[in-house]
């Protein structure tokens, strides 16, 4: 009787232990599928008015954030990525342009430089959000911490 407790006992264990390195199957993604999104007629002429002076962009993709807004990206005449936010009725919502960090403005150089000297730049967008006066939107690496600063164009800083 005692030998049969034991057995039971000693498979118990073994069962439980073969159960937890047990591998789960691995989970198939699937594919996303990126919908094709055409702009109301509103919002396609507000882009055309806002950036005429770009002339025919022909790399425009847009796309329709959670809000409803559309977002149309594209590279601008400087081969920057650029995307811009617009309401369905074809107001403006807000432009970021990314910058490579082999060409990032010198007010942003300079700027950084002066404030946290030897702090290096990780990111630079440049941004405009509604009526505010245009920003750039800077995330450096100082003195082991990573912090995101703002940057008017005439130099003045934000932390």
Do not use: C, H
Not at 22 to 30: D, F, G, L, N, Y
Not at 51 to 77: H, Q, R
Not at 78 to 99: H, P
Request: charged share 30%.
């Amino acid at each position: 009787m005692k030998n049969l407790v034991l057995i039971i006992a000693s498979l118990l264990t073994l069962s439980t232990a073969v159960a937890q390195t047990k591998k789960s199957k691995p989970i198939k993604k699937k594919a996303a599928v990126v919908k094709v999104v055409s702009p109301p007629s509103k919002v396609d002429a507000a882009f055309d008015a806002r950036f005429a002076s770009l002339g025919e962009v022909t790399d425009k993709k847009w796309n329709k954030n959670l809000l409803g807004n559309y977002i149309v990206s594209y590279k601008n005449p400087e081969a920057l990525k650029q995307t811009v936010e617009y309401k369905e009725d074809g107001s403006f919502v807000k432009s970021a342009i990314n910058f490579e960090l082999t060409n990032i403005p010198e007010v942003v150089k300079s700027t950084i430089e002066l404030k946290f000297n030897g702090a290096e730049i990780k990111e630079v967008k440049r941004m405009e959000v509604g009526e505010l006066n245009p920003y750039f939107n800077v995330k450096i690496n100082a003195e082991g911490k990573e912090k995101q600063v703002l940057i008017a164009e005439d130099g003045t800083l934000t932390e």
